[in-house]
Structure formats: C-alpha cells, structure tokens
C-alpha cells in the first residue's frame, strides 16, 4: 500500500513480516541467486534487498545507544520513544564529531560535555519545584542573575488552596540562630506562600527575596542583618 508519502509492504520469506519506508518503490530487485527449484532469478521487494545490506549499521547504531541508554522504568510509551530519538541524535552528533576531530574524544567524554555545556547555556537552575534548600551549586546559575526574578503565588495541589512552604533565607538562619540561644523552639523561619518565578524556592517577600537574589551567603547575612537589630534595640533600651 502506498498513500504517495509512506510505503507499506507485507512479505512472506520464512515468515511473515512488515515494512515501512518513505524512500522506496514497490519494485522487485535480484539478489544475485537463482531458485534451486526453477532456476529462475530471485526477487525481493527493494525495500527488504536495503534492509538486509545495510541493516549492519542498524545492529552497530543500536550497540553505541545502549551504552548510555534511558533506564528509567515509566508507565508512558511516549517518553521511551523521545528518549531513544534524544540518544540516537547524540549519537549522530558525536559521529559528526569524529569525522571532523583528529583525535576524537570518548563517546562517554563527548556526553559528558554536551552535558555540561546544556546546563553552562540553559539559564534554568530548576525544572522542577524543589523539596526543601536546593544545592548552592545548583541555584548560583541564575538566582544572582539581573532581571526577570518576580513573586508568585505558590500554586496548591488537590483540596489546599492556601500552599505554603518554608522561606530558603530566614529558616536556615533562624535555625543556626536558635542553635546559637539554645531556644527550644521547634520550627524556625517562617511559611511563605509565595515563591521566585524563576527560581522556584519559597520566599518571604519582606527582606528575604531581597537577601536570596542579591547576596551570594544570603544566610549569613540574614543572621547579621538580625544580630544588628538586637544591638539596636538593646541600645535603645539602655
């Protein structure tokens, strides 16, 4: 069956097999053997005859993918189709790489790289909303950055509406200054319900949005903006 973009072809050889292709015709080609029967010249569709001559860098391409390839279980059909399609152009990538390079690096070596230059080039530090203080490694790429870090309002899941989450700046702070007095209280910092636009981390919007996109150890300088607080109070008192 041909619909003038795709071929379909239905051939019977010791089994019963299928094809599809959008390159071929539905014409007959010899193999280059004769029938033992009828001494008549052997056919195949030209689409099998292609197959079977080059499906030797099919089996060599599937060999290099299953070095790195996606091992995660999941449920979706759909994302073991992408990933393969994601690794196949990787491995296309990096053939274009040897043929170009005198002294080609290690395919492990090239992935490693490409990884590497995808995170240096995305500007994204969080492709998910993080659980708890994210990595400082992770969130320097772009919480010091100028420009386009605005509040919003944390979304809630299910039947809470109202969602909160514990500020990254003030809850590590308190805590190490609560550590520091020796109060027992039992949670330090506050809840905010609103977050970073870009960085997906809870903030609270007086003092420690400021604090977390301008100021590198934002922790510490939320616990001395605190200490000179108390000073000031303790002087005004006196």
């Given amino acids: 069956m041909n619909n003038g973009t795709l071929l379909a072809v239905k051939f019977k050889d010791r089994r019963v097999f299928q094809m599809l292709s959008s390159v071929h015709s539905i014409a007959d080609v010899e193999v280059g053997r004769n029938?033992?029967?009828?001494?008549?010249?052997?056919?195949?569709?030209?689409?099998?005859?292609?197959?079977?001559?080059?499906?030797?860098?099919?089996?060599r391409c599937d060999q290099m993918v299953?070095?790195?390839?996606?091992?995660?279980?999941?449920?979706?059909?759909?994302?073991?189709v992408?990933?393969?399609?994601?690794?196949?152009?990787?491995?296309?990538?990096?053939i274009l790489y040897k043929h170009r390079t005198q002294s080609p690096v290690l395919q492990r070596t090239f992935r490693r790289e490409l990884v590497k230059e995808l995170v240096r080039?995305?500007?994204?530090?969080?492709?998910?909303?993080?659980?708890?203080?994210?990595?400082r490694s992770a969130e320097g790429l772009t919480r010091?950055?100028?420009?386009?870090?605005?509040?919003?309002?944390?979304?809630?899941?299910?039947?809470?509406?109202?969602?909160?989450?514990?500020?990254?700046?003030?809850?590590?702070?308190?805590?190490?200054?609560?550590?520091?007095?020796?109060?027992?209280?039992?949670?330090?910092?506050k809840e905010s319900s609103f977050q970073c636009s870009v960085c997906k981390v809870a903030l609270c919007m007086q003092d420690c949005f400021q604090l977390y996109h301008t100021v590198e150890d934002y922790v510490?300088?939320?616990?001395?903006?605190?200490?000179?607080?108390?000073d000031n109070v303790d002087a005004e008192t006196n």
């Avoid at 510490?220 to 108390?230: E, G, K, L, P």
């Fill in 82 to 94: 992408f990933f393969h399609l994601f690794s196949l152009s990787i491995l296309n990538a990096y």
């Fill in 144 to 189: 010091l950055q100028v420009g386009g870090h605005f509040p919003e309002k944390i979304l809630g899941t299910g039947k809470k509406s109202n969602f909160t989450r514990a500020c990254v700046v003030c809850f590590p702070a308190q805590k190490k200054i609560l550590k520091r007095t020796g109060d027992k209280r039992k949670r330090p910092g």
């Fill in 220 to 230: 510490a300088a939320f616990i001395r903006r605190h200490d000179a607080n108390n």
């Fill in 35 to 59: 029938h033992p029967g009828t001494g008549r010249p052997i056919t195949k569709p030209e689409i099998v005859h292609d197959y079977n001559k080059f499906m030797g860098a099919v089996d």
């Fill in 66 to 80: 299953a070095y790195s390839c996606f091992r995660r279980r999941t449920m979706k059909w759909w994302k073991k």
């Fill in 121 to 135: 080039n995305s500007g994204i530090s969080h492709s998910l909303t993080p659980r708890g203080r994210p990595r």
